[in-house]
């Protein structure tokens, strides 16, 4: 099997931005934004997804973290994007459902290449620690922009805002091993159109 591999760099005025991911991985993960909490989500989407991630992030963290995250989720999608190739033979569709103490998120996506986020994740609080929980969301849109997913991830319930966020990065995390993976009994392009 052909190594399921990117390596893709994004460099602006505001943030530099590496990432190296191995879709056929075992979860390892060398992460480093500079937002600790952050990191913590990334490395959800390591072990979950059972990805290697490679993410080495410098951004302006004196104005706040919205740069850095967002263009981490970019540049995230964009690696997956190119990864997964020509999407023959993977399942294409993946969807979990994932409690972590009182929160219980619902993820479902389809690398569609037609980018799409409904993202219904309410938080009881602004900031996580002393990160924004709003980003979770500027997160998700950059990588599903830029990653080609129709992405839908819907909070049933849940009271702590750590547990809210960590649940929807595993959920998506779960979802994304589910549709990259294989399918032993298709090796041909899980589409009718005859592309994706």
Same mark, same amino acid.
């Given at each position: !099997? %052909?190594?399921?591999?990117?390596?893709?760099?994004?460099?602006?005025?505001?943030?530099?931005?590496?990432?190296?991911?191995? =879709?056929?991985?075992t979860g390892q993960s060398n992460l480093s934004t500079g937002i600790g909490f952050f990191d913590h !989500?990334?490395?959800?989407?390591?072990?979950?997804? =059972?990805? *290697? #991630?490679?993410?080495?992030?410098?951004?302006?963290?004196?104005?706040?973290?919205?740069?850095?995250?967002?263009?981490?989720?970019?540049?995230?999608?964009?690696?997956?994007?190119?990864?997964?190739? *020509?999407?023959?033979?993977?399942?294409?569709?993946?969807?979990?459902?994932? $409690? !972590?103490?009182?929160?219980?998120? $619902?993820?479902?996506? *389809? =690398?569609?290449?037609?980018?799409?986020?409904i993202c219904n994740l309410d938080f009881p609080t602004p900031k996580i620690g002393r990160f924004d929980s709003e980003l979770v969301r500027e997160f998700f849109q950059a990588l599903a922009?830029?990653?080609?997913?129709? #992405?839908?991830?819907?909070?049933?319930?849940?009271? %702590?805002?750590?547990?809210?966020?960590?649940? $929807?990065?595993?959920?998506? $995390?779960?979802? #994304?091993? !589910?549709?990259?993976?294989?399918?032993?009994? %298709?090796?041909?392009?899980?589409?009718?159109?005859?592309?994706?």
């Open positions: !099997m %052909n190594a399921r591999t990117a390596d893709v760099s994004r460099e602006t005025r505001e943030t530099r931005i590496r990432v190296k991911v191995n =879709l056929d991985g !989500m990334l490395d959800q989407i390591a072990r979950h997804g =059972l990805i *290697d #991630l490679d993410i080495q992030a410098e951004g302006d963290l004196h104005i706040d973290g919205h740069h850095t995250v967002e263009d981490v989720g970019i540049t995230l999608g964009q690696a997956v994007f190119q990864a997964v190739g *020509d999407k023959k033979g993977i399942r294409r569709y993946g969807h979990f459902a994932l $409690a !972590m103490d009182d929160a219980q998120i $619902a993820c479902a996506l *389809d =690398l569609s290449a037609r980018p799409y986020l922009t830029h990653g080609g997913i129709t #992405l839908h991830i819907d909070k049933k319930h849940g009271f %702590n805002s750590h547990h809210i966020a960590e649940a $929807a990065f595993k959920a998506v $995390a779960k979802s #994304l091993r !589910m549709a990259v993976e294989k399918d032993p009994r %298709n090796d041909a392009l899980p589409s009718t159109k005859g592309t994706l």
